[in-house]
Nanobody, 123 residues
């Protein structure tokens, strides 16, 4: 199983970025995928998740209304569209994959992880 996160970069406050998480080696359409982020000196925190099969989405309160998670099963890819970015969004963003639909906000339940992509929001 491989997860490849990409799309990070440097953006100004109020800007947008779209992250991608490309997966291989697992039944993608039935797999839940979550995005987490980790800022320097802080714990990894939940950002958003999408379930397999029925594509239910979940968001952290801090990103609701600004971020949108979606998936394209034909491309085995999950996206995180980020808008109205703020300096507090600066972090390394990781995508994780797992089966099941419970506790999607908890990183310890994810079995597979991508390598992370850095998002930097300048003020």
């Amino acid at each position: 199983v491989q997860l490849q996160a990409s799309g990070g970069g440097l953006v100004q406050t109020g800007g947008s970025l779209k992250l991608s998480c490309a997966a291989s080696g697992l039944p993608f359409s039935r797999t839940a995928v979550g995005w987490f982020r980790q800022a320097p000196g802080k714990d990894r925190e939940f950002v958003a998740a999408i379930t397999g099969t029925i594509d239910t989405t979940y968001y952290a309160d801090s990103v609701k209304g600004r971020f949108t998670i979606s998936r394209d099963n034909a491309k085995n890819t999950v996206y995180l569209q980020m808008s109205s970015l703020e300096p507090d969004d600066t972090a390394v963003y990781y995508c994780g994959a797992r089966s099941g639909i419970s506790n999607l906000q908890c990183s310890r339940y994810y079995r597979y992880w991508g390598q992370g992509t850095l998002v930097t929001v300048s003020s």
